[in-house]
């Protein structure tokens, strides 16, 4: 299984960023998503997470009415539309994976997920 994120980057505060995240070599369709952060010195923070079954989706209070997850089945790609940003959501955001167990998004993005990929920077500017 490999994930593949983008679309990370400078903006500056009150800016909209879109991430992408290629998922490949699942043997099936339905597995759950994240997107989490993670600032140097600080814990890793869900920021929002889809169960397995697709019909629930989990969105950390720092970021919710703002923040949009999203997946293309078709395309393989899961996306995190980021509005209205803060200073504080600077970090080096990372696509997750899983499809080990029914559990909603709200337990993936408390206890992570088992396949990760590699991070892409978002910085937030006044």
């Known amino acids: 299984v490999q994930l593949q994120a983008s679309g990370g980057g400078f903006q500056q505060s009150g800016g909209s960023l879109t991430l992408s995240c290629a998922i490949s070599?699942?043997?099936?369709?339905?597995?759950?998503i994240g997107w989490f952060r993670q600032v140097p010195g600080k814990e890793r923070e869900g920021v929002s997470c889809?169960?397995?079954?697709?019909?629930?989706?989990y969105y950390a209070d720092s970021v919710k009415g703002r923040f949009t997850i999203s997946r293309d089945n078709a395309k393989n790609t899961v996306y995190l539309q980021m509005n209205s940003l803060k200073l504080e959501d600077t970090a080096v955001y990372y696509c997750?994976?899983?499809?080990?167990?029914?559990?909603?998004?709200?337990?993936?993005?408390?206890?992570?997920?088992?396949?990760w990929g590699k991070g892409t920077q978002v910085t937030v500017s006044s």
């Open positions: 889809i169960g397995m079954s697709g019909r629930s989706t």
């Open positions: 997750a994976a899983d499809q080990r167990a029914r559990y909603s998004g709200s337990h993936y993005c408390a206890n992570g997920m088992f396949f």
């Open positions: 070599g699942f043997y099936r369709d339905y597995h759950a």
